[in-house]
């Protein structure tokens, strides 16, 4: 009786150890249930901030093609423009000059005719 008294107390210690240690591996498997969540929730909203930044990255790219259209257009724009001011500018500038010959030679023409009617006079 003895020795079925000892096997049964073995027994019950070797349950009770055992169950201790299923306790424990409960009790770490709930904390690694625990932080597994944490990480899950975590890489969500990491992968949300990173579609959010994406989605903001694409649109300011949209934006920014955009606005370069623009500005080429109106480079393109203010360079005619400039051409044709230049071009005018260069029109006036042969108008001037041959405005500035026709004076210069109706002022000699004149200044001839003045001097043969005074030679004429002096005669």
């Not at 201790?20 to 249930?33: E, G, M, R």
Request: hydrophobic share 30%.
């Amino acid at each position: 009786m003895t020795k079925l008294s000892e096997t049964v107390q073995k027994a019950e210690e070797k349950y009770t150890h055992e169950m201790i240690l299923h306790s424990s591996d409960i009790q770490t498997l709930s904390n690694v249930k625990e932080e597994l969540s944490r990480a899950q929730n975590q890489l969500n909203e990491l992968v949300a901030l990173k579609n959010n930044t994406v989605d903001k990255m694409e649109a300011e790219k949209l934006s920014l093609i955009e606005r370069e259209k623009i500005l080429i257009s109106e480079n393109e724009q203010l360079s005619q423009r400039l051409k044709d001011l230049n071009d005018q500018n260069s029109l006036l500038h042969e108008q001037i000059q041959a405005l500035g010959t026709q004076l210069s030679v109706s002022h000699a023409s004149r200044s001839y005719s003045e001097s043969m009617s005074e030679s004429a006079n002096d005669s």
